[in-house]
């Protein structure tokens, strides 16, 4: 195949079309470029501002200290359970949503609307939306238990290291289900009527119908949600500074491990060591995102 001689007002057009997009690109690149270099840096310095003058190069000294701190590793464990309940309940709950809100009934486009308010609250808004909802004193939580009868004494919601984790996957899955369920929708409405018409047809019912053709025709809708997702729960910072101001939680127990990097580089002001955690952060991001790639295009490949 020859490939086409292009024409001088093509040729200009393209050099046009590249100096336009030049700035934006040139500063989008330098906007992550720059901080990314400059983290990958302070990752290899021993930089702690508590101690002026004792700066010095250290090499990968920080990414080894990371592979045998306690802190880090129990840090890691609670963003692993964290981001099961939010990632694969939060996207399995979204299905779900998706699939009711597919069936018509009298008020769907009301109930579609009203499923955009949790995700337009702003993350510090929604934070202390669910601090005042699980406050101890005079939260509502409280306030409705004690009403049924379930409970005889308040409980402390964001005192007990038993409890609030539970707050916070609450309010994460509450501030980030629509955005999934939203997606989901737009998938399934794209999915032809006539695959649906074929498999009732050959006798498959509703769940049937679910599994074999709604299912796999998201697989694609799919991976991009728990992608996403997975990076929203990795990263999670706002609503955990908001619930515990800012102390990651009693005894660390909403204490992930972004948060973790954030304590280390503005509390402990270590900030070489909390620059290692940051570039480790985002190598777990890279490595979560080629994994569930690996996973569902495997499978696409297994059923073709």
């Known amino acids: 195949m020859t490939r086409?001689?292009?024409?001088?007002?093509?040729?200009?057009?393209?050099?046009?079309?590249?100096?336009?997009?030049?700035?934006?690109?040139?500063?989008?690149?330098?906007?992550?470029?720059?901080?990314?270099?400059?983290?990958?840096?302070?990752?290899?310095?021993?930089?702690?501002?508590?101690?002026?003058?004792?700066?010095?190069?250290?090499?990968?000294?920080?990414?080894?200290?990371?592979?045998?701190?306690?802190?880090?590793?129990?840090?890691?464990?609670?963003?692993?359970?964290?981001?099961?309940?939010?990632?694969?309940?939060?996207?399995?709950?979204?299905?779900?949503?998706?699939?009711?809100?597919?069936?018509?009934?009298?008020?769907?486009?009301?109930?579609?609307?009203?499923?955009?308010?949790?995700?337009?609250?702003?993350?510090?808004v929604n934070g202390i939306m669910w601090k005042l909802i699980f406050d101890g004193t005079y939260g509502v939580a409280n306030s409705a238990l004690a009403g049924l009868g379930l409970i005889g004494r308040p409980i402390q919601w964001l005192a007990d290291p038993q409890l609030i984790m539970g707050v916070l996957i609450l309010s994460e899955v509450w501030k980030l289900t629509p955005f999934l369920a939203l997606m989901t929708i737009a998938s399934m409405q794209a999915i032809p009527s006539n695959i649906y018409r074929a498999a009732a047809i050959d006798g498959a019912g509703s769940w049937a119908q679910f599994w074999k053709v709604t299912l796999p025709n998201l697989r694609g809708t799919l991976m991009f949600l728990l992608i996403v997702q997975s990076m929203w729960s990795i990263k999670v910072f706002d609503t955990i500074y908001v619930l515990t101001g800012g102390s990651g939680g009693p005894a660390e127990a909403t204490t992930t491990v972004n948060f973790l990097a954030y304590l280390t580089t503005f509390s402990y002001l270590d900030r070489g060591y909390g620059a290692a955690m940051s570039i480790t952060i985002m190598g777990i991001v890279i490595a979560t995102t080629i994994f569930w790639i690996l996973l569902l295009g495997r499978r696409k490949e297994k059923s073709t």
């Not at 086409?4 to 934006?24: N, V, Y």
């Not at 990752?43 to 090499?59: E, H, I, R």
């Not at 597919?102 to 109930?111: E, T, V």
């Open 4 to 124: 086409r001689t292009l024409t001088a007002g093509e040729r200009g057009d393209r050099r046009f079309a590249i100096l336009a997009a030049s700035p934006a690109v040139l500063t989008i690149g330098a906007l992550f470029l720059y901080p990314l270099l400059y983290a990958v840096m302070l990752s290899l310095y021993q930089m702690n501002d508590k101690l002026p003058g004792a700066t010095q190069f250290v090499g990968l000294w920080n990414y080894a200290q990371i592979a045998t701190d306690a802190n880090f590793r129990q840090a890691l464990v609670r963003t692993l359970v964290f981001s099961i309940f939010t990632v694969l309940g939060g996207v399995a709950l979204a299905v779900g949503i998706a699939r009711l809100l597919q069936h018509p009934f009298r008020g769907r486009n009301l109930a579609r609307v009203l499923l955009l308010v949790p995700w337009a609250v702003p993350p510090v």
